[in-house]
């Protein structure tokens, strides 16, 4: 969902271990209901997936979620890496993204993202609406009252107001695909994306 502001591409396999039907297993469901604290887990019948992961909306007791699963082994660093993008676009208060709730290791390999759920249409409609928010999204960095503040955004959770950035990069890592990337801070922007990312393509022969 988010890839840190990265275009890249990635060898597909999705391996995601699940019953026939696509849905999650027994065991998965059970680790949801105990760690969400909820009777309910019904499947609403939306869902998807691509050549990384595959997901399904889900009711429970308190609302509807939207679980992401996959079954490689490094699952869990993707996953945390787009919890902490997730909290950290919602934390600019400038543009819609699903509340990410917990990642999970799952029993049956691999890990889960379990999110809000939020029902995606087409935007059509909202174009100027989403142009001007994503707008606001990339000048945030830049507001009034930011500079002299500095944070390696490594506090926006819970956040009200994030600090300014001084740097390029991200305080926990990403991936590109299932590719981590290194999104160490640095004041060279060409170092930070573009050497960085075409050195993760090399090594993996992209």
């Known amino acids: 969902m988010v ?5 890249c591409s990635s ?3 999705n391996n995601t271990k699940t019953d026939s039907d696509g849905s999650l297993n027994i065991v998965m469901e059970d680790l949801i209901k105990k760690t969400l604290g909820t009777a309910t887990l019904k499947k609403t ?14 009711f429970t007791d308190t609302g509807t979620i939207f ?10 660093l993707l996953f945390d890496g787009e919890f ?8 600019t208060r400038t543009v819609r993204a699903p ?3 917990t990642v999970l290791d799952n029993p049956a390999g691999g890990a889960l993202l379990v999110m809000e759920y939020l029902d995606m249409r087409r935007v059509t409609r909202f174009s100027k609406q989403l142009a001007e928010s994503l707008a606001r999204l ?21 956040e009200e107001d994030v600090a300014h950035v001084s740097e390029f990069g991200f305080h926990t890592t990403t991936c590109c695909g299932y590719l981590p990337l290194d999104n160490t801070w640095n004041s060279d922007w060409a170092v930070s994306n573009l050497y ?7 090594k993996n022969l992209i």
């Open 11 to 13: 060898k597909c396999n």
């Open 196 to 202: 960085k990312q075409s050195d993760v393509r090399r």
């Open 84 to 91: 902490a993008s997730l909290k950290a676009l919602l934390a």
């Open 67 to 76: 679980v992401k699963r996959n079954a490689k082994k490094k699952a869990k």
């Open 45 to 58: 019948g939306v869902g998807g997936g691509g050549c990384i992961n595959e997901g399904e909306a889900y």
């Open 138 to 158: 990339h000048l945030h960095n830049a507001q009034p009252g930011k500079k002299g503040r500095t944070s390696s955004v490594d506090d926006v959770d819970g």
């Open 3 to 7: 890839k840190n502001g990265s275009h």
């Open 99 to 101: 509340e990410p709730i």
